[in-house]
């Protein structure tokens, strides 16, 4: 993590206020990061990252304890990580961004997170969608939610039919090989930012 980056997140901490945090491998400053959605209006607001952290700082009890004390708000993954288990402290978390997520076979670490309207997940191998769903079931946060899957190979679907909130996007790049992408996220239901990409 760079030196003016960790001061930034012991400011935010001392103050117990908002922020937003990219990790990447070497924790050298991310000044953001593209936005899959087409429809920009809520996303366009989003906080980009305020601080950046190298893998070896999720290791560092002094900086994740300043973690902790800080209302997260964006969480921008940019690196293969081996657990990704400490999201579930983010509780505020709106916009949960993750690349190169081979390593997520559930998304058991999405839960109590009432304000999450924004998720991007890239190149996991999932069972099922069952706790992205149940998390937005208990939502309070904006109406509209934005789902976006990039290569990512999920077993069941059918989560989607209990999905009682709106949700306003939902993208899709499906595995190659995979053709029934309309049949098995749609479930009957309409979706009008619903795209599937080739």
């Not at 103050?15 to 953001?32: L, M, P, R």
């Not at 209006?41 to 952290?53: D, F, G, W």
């Not at 579930?88 to 999405?110: A, P, R, T």
């Not at 290569?151 to 059918?158: A, F, G, M, P, V």
Request: charged share 25%; proline share 4%; with cysteine.
């Amino acid at each position: 993590m760079e030196e003016k980056d960790r001061e930034i997140l012991r400011e935010a901490a001392s103050e117990q206020g908002y922020t937003s945090i990219a990790i990447n491998k070497d924790g050298k400053h991310v000044g953001g990061c593209f936005i899959p959605w087409k429809l920009t209006s809520s996303a366009i607001n989003m906080k980009t990252p305020r601080v950046t952290l190298a893998v070896e700082d999720l290791q560092d009890e002094a900086i994740m304890a300043d973690v902790k004390k800080c209302k997260v708000l964006g969480c921008y993954i940019m690196i293969p990580l081996e657990d990704y288990s400490f999201v579930q402290q983010f509780h505020e978390l709106c916009d949960l961004f993750i690349l190169y997520g081979k390593n997520i076979s559930d998304l058991s670490f999405v839960q109590d997170m009432p304000n999450l309207f924004l998720f991007y997940l890239e190149d996991a191998k999932l069972t099922d969608i069952r706790p992205l769903i149940d998390n937005c079931r208990r939502s309070n946060s904006l109406p509209g939610k934005r789902f976006g899957f990039y290569h990512c190979e999920i077993q069941d679907t059918s989560a989607m039919k209990d999905a009682d909130f709106m949700i306003s996007e939902l993208l899709i790049w499906p595995p190659e090989g995979q053709t029934d992408m309309k049949e098995r996220w749609l479930n009957g239901r309409h979706i009008s930012g619903f795209r599937i990409y080739d």
